[in-house]
């Protein structure tokens, strides 16, 4: 198998179990209705784990544009094949998703918010706020590769690797999740929100791509800077790069802070209570 067709079969099978469980723990009339975070949190870290076992012989199991472009930025995969790896993960994510649309065929009718149908595809924030969404993204990424860089860096049982890296997704989730679903892989959210575009979902509405740029650009400062933070504090390596993803995370944040304060101004008057217990 090539490295393109490992990467298109194991992204379409991550998306064909981590949409799969979206849907059918929030469509109606499904045996899964109502499970949870948790559940959802399991099913994605499973998913990534079988797809990465399924492939991780054939193309190293990236199944993400994020570490593909983190790796790459290191020195650890050449760039000359990152087009085609991103094309197989977008191709792949796209079939996954088609997969999922049929397997739940009947449900989609008896669904009757679109939102609902619209989140088995692809993320959306818990509260829009474009830069701290934006950051909440670039965080998960971030955990993630160097996570898996230092997974990788440990003399582990064979074939170990895939699973403990499905418990970092599942962690990730349940930690830093819930602010934006953490899409955390461009090719998880966006090829899936082609999907619902072009799919006849009945009664669907819009695909939301006015936010659709941040589970994509998040994911991809993330990858990035997290795979030059592992090279330049754990190995050594300091970069130009380094300090350039550096100085656009730190922008990130600052503006996340200042819209925040925008958003809701603390007036010099306002009481603040703080716990008992913080009391001391």
């Not at 179990?17 to 499970?35: E, F, H």
């Not at 991780?56 to 472009?69: K, R």
């Amino acid at each position: 198998m090539s490295g393109f067709l490992g990467e298109l079969i194991g992204t379409m099978i991550l998306i064909i179990l981590g949409d799969g469980v979206c849907a059918g723990v929030n469509l109606t009339k499904s045996y899964a209705k109502s499970s949870g975070w948790i559940v959802i949190t399991f099913g994605w870290g499973l998913a990534v784990a079988i797809g990465a076992y399924s492939v991780g012989q054939f193309s190293g199991a990236h199944l993400n544009p994020a570490l593909t472009l983190g790796l790459a930025a290191i020195g650890e995969f050449p760039w000359r094949e990152v087009p085609m790896y991103l094309s197989a993960q977008m191709i792949g994510g796209f079939l996954g998703a088609c997969v999922v649309y049929l397997h739940y065929l009947p449900h989609w009718g008896g669904t009757k918010d679109p939102a609902i149908k619209l989140g088995v595809f692809c993320t959306g924030p818990a509260i829009r706020h474009n830069w701290a969404n934006l950051l909440s993204e670039i965080i998960g990424t971030f955990i993630l590769v160097v996570g898996i860089l230092s997974i990788g860096a440990n003399q582990l049982a064979h074939g170990l690797n895939p699973l403990i890296v499905g418990f970092l997704i599942v962690v990730i989730g349940m930690a830093l999740g819930g602010t934006t679903g953490y899409a955390i892989n461009p090719a998880r959210d966006l090829a899936p929100r082609l999907a619902h575009a072009l799919l006849p979902i009945k009664g669907k509405g819009g695909s939301n791509w006015g936010y659709a740029w941040i589970p994509i650009v998040g994911p991809v400062i993330g990858g990035v800077f997290g795979a030059l933070f592992y090279q330049a504090l754990f190995l050594g390596h300091q970069t130009l790069a380094f300090w350039i993803g550096s100085a656009t995370v730190f922008t990130v944040i600052a503006a996340s802070l200042i819209t925040e304060k925008r958003r809701h101004p603390i007036q010099s008057n306002e009481k603040i209570n703080m716990p008992l217990e913080n009391n001391y």
